[in-house]
T-cell receptor, first 114, second 110 residues
Framework: NAGVTQTPKFQVLKTGQSMTLQCAQD?????MYWYRQDPGMGLRLIYYSASEGTTDKGEVPNGYNVSRLNKREFSLRLESAAPSQTSVYFC?????????????FGSGTRLTVV | TQLLEQSPQFLSIQEGENLTVYCNSS?????LQWYRQEPGEGPVLLVT?????EVKKLKRLTFQFGDARKDSSLHITAAQPGDTGLYLC??????????FGTGTSLTVIP
C-alpha cells in the first residue's frame, strides 16, 4: 500500500547510545517532516525538509539531526540519546509545504531511553 | 504554552449521542486541519478548512472554521464506536509549519 513507512516500530536505547530512525514515502511527495508525540504535549515538529536537498529546524530540534537522503527518504538521528527523548516519533510527508496540503503520517516509532 | 487548545481533553459518550469538540487559539491561521488517530497508528487527515466561516461535512462529521480563522469545531452526529480515537486539530501559519493541538480523546460506548 502506498504511504509512509517507518522503521523500526519499537526501540529501547541506553542513555548515550545513538540510533537512526528511517522514513520512506512512495507518494512522490516533496516535503517530509519528523514529529514527536508526548502525553499532554501534542505533536511537536523536530525537523522538516521542504524539498530534496533542504532541511530546517522545527520547534524542538535540540539533540537531533536529519538527512534528506533523496526524495523518498528522510532519516532522523539521535547522536547521544537521553531519557527526555523517550517518545513516539512520527514521520510525515506532503506534496508541498503550506496549509492546503494535508500530511500523510507513518505509523510511528516508539522509543524508550533508559 | 500551546498555540492551539482543544477541549474537552477527554470525552466518553454513549453510541447515538451527538458531540462537539473545540479547537481554539488567539492566533490567526491560514488554514486548519482535523486528524483522527487510533492507538498505535499515525494521525489520518479528515479535512482541511481554509476560508473563515467555512463549513465542511464528511458523513456524520461537520467541521467549521471560525469567521476570524482563530478557532474551529468538529461536530459528530449519532456517534458510533468506530468514531473512537484521538482527534487532533492543526493550524498553519505563514511559513511551512503546522501547529498541533493536544487532542481530544473520544470514547464511544456501544
Amino acid at each position: 500500500n502506498a504511504g509512509v513507512t517507518q522503521t523500526p516500530k519499537f526501540q529501547v536505547l541506553k542513555t548515550g547510545q545513538s540510533m537512526t530512525l528511517q522514513c520512506a514515502q512512495d507518494m512522490n511527495h516533496n516535503s517530509m517532516y519528523w514529529y514527536r508525540q508526548d502525553p499532554g504535549m501534542g505533536l511537536r515538529l523536530i525537523y522538516y525538509s521542504a524539498s530534496e536537498g533542504t532541511t530546517d529546524k522545527g520547534e524542538v530540534p535540540n539533540g537531533y539531526n536529519v538527512s534528506r537522503l533523496n526524495k523518498r527518504e528522510f532519516s532522523l538521528r539521535l547522536e547521544s540519546a537521553a531519557p527526555s527523548q523517550t517518545s513516539v516519533y512520527f514521520c510525515a510527508s506532503s506534496s508541498r509545504t503550506g496549509g492546503d496540503y494535508g500530511y500523510t503520517f507513518g505509523s510511528g516509532t516508539r522509543l524508550t531511553v533508559v | 504554552t500551546q498555540l492551539l487548545e482543544q477541549s474537552p481533553q477527554f470525552l466518553s459518550i454513549q453510541e447515538g449521542e451527538n458531540l462537539t469538540v473545540y479547537c481554539n487559539s488567539s492566533s490567526v491561521f491560514s488554514s486548519l486541519q482535523w486528524y483522527r488517530q487510533e492507538p498505535g497508528e499515525g494521525p489520518v487527515l479528515l479535512v482541511t478548512v481554509v476560508t473563515g466561516g467555512e463549513v465542511k461535512k464528511l458523513k456524520r462529521l461537520t467541521f467549521q472554521f471560525g469567521d476570524a480563522r482563530k478557532d474551529s469545531s468538529l461536530h459528530i452526529t449519532a456517534a458510533q464506536p468506530g468514531d473512537t480515537g484521538l482527534y487532533l486539530c492543526a493550524g498553519a501559519r505563514t511559513g511551512n509549519q503546522f501547529y498541533f493541538g493536544t487532542g481530544t480523546s473520544l470514547t464511544v460506548i456501544p
